[in-house]
């Protein structure tokens, strides 16, 4: 079945490390993107792509790195230079026709933990 | 900055009962909105969208209805079940941008 998959589930770090959040797609989708949820808020932008070995930063992006080596693929690095790195994280997905009205595929999320 | 908000955080109701959650938006360009479910621990999922060229949508026991004249957006979900337990995000994509921008969401409670 076609979808969006995050791992781990969930993911403890220590601080002072560097931890990647795997997101992987098989709907040929051009666009994708990382937010990060914290407990009672909504969904904020951390990095976004619309093609391969092209990627913009979102609202957030201090603190994280992506890349973009495949169209399928689109690892979140969460740097020792995020000062609050505890939350829930999400990666989405959708056809990218330019200005194009279309929704986005979410994956189930990892959530992190900073011990 | 402008930004999609909603009025109600928290909104219980009983099972068998219509409930609304509204959604404001301050961006006049925008011209794509959606309606996301999320359940405890998952992602979001899409419910229902609609465009700036209509006023009302309807789907499976939901409706959403638009206002542009005074930038309001409301999910009508008909005969509340517990299953319909969730968050709620409305979002918005600004005309040219493929980006969704979310609402801050309204956890809907269903009590049987």
């Known amino acids: 079945d076609g979808g969006i998959t995050q791992s781990p589930k969930y993911l403890f770090r220590k601080e002072g490390q560097n931890v990647t959040l795997s997101c992987e797609q098989n709907?040929?989708?051009?666009?994708m993107y990382w937010y990060r949820q914290d407990p009672g808020q909504g969904l904020r932008l951390i990095y976004y792509s619309q093609i391969v070995n092209d990627f913009q930063k979102g609202d957030i992006a201090e603190g994280y790195s992506v890349s973009r080596e495949k169209k399928e693929s689109f690892p979140l690095t969460v740097t020792s230079a995020q000062k609050n790195p505890t939350a829930f994280y999400l990666c989405?997905?959708?056809?990218?026709?330019?200005?194009?009205?279309?929704?986005?595929?979410f994956g189930q999320g990892t959530r992190l933990t900073v011990v | 900055g402008e930004s999609v908000g909603l009025h109600l955080p928290t909104l219980s109701v009983q099972e068998g009962d219509n409930s609304i959650i509204n959604c404001a938006y301050s961006?006049?360009?925008?011209?794509?909105f959606i309606w996301y479910k999320q359940e405890s621990g998952k992602g979001p999922q899409f419910i229902i969208d609609i465009r700036s060229n209509m006023d009302k949508r309807q789907g499976q026991r939901v409706t959403v209805l638009l206002n542009k004249t005074v930038k309001h957006l409301s999910l009508q979900i008909a005969a509340t079940q517990p299953g319909d337990s969730a968050v709620y995000f409305c979002a918005e994509n600004i005309a040219g941008s493929y980006i969704p921008t979310f609402g801050r969401g309204t956890s809907l409670i269903v009590h049987p």
């Open positions: 961006n006049s360009a925008s011209d794509y």
């Open positions: 989405a997905s959708s056809i990218d026709i330019q200005g194009a009205e279309t929704e986005a595929f």
């Open positions: 709907l040929n989708h051009d666009a």
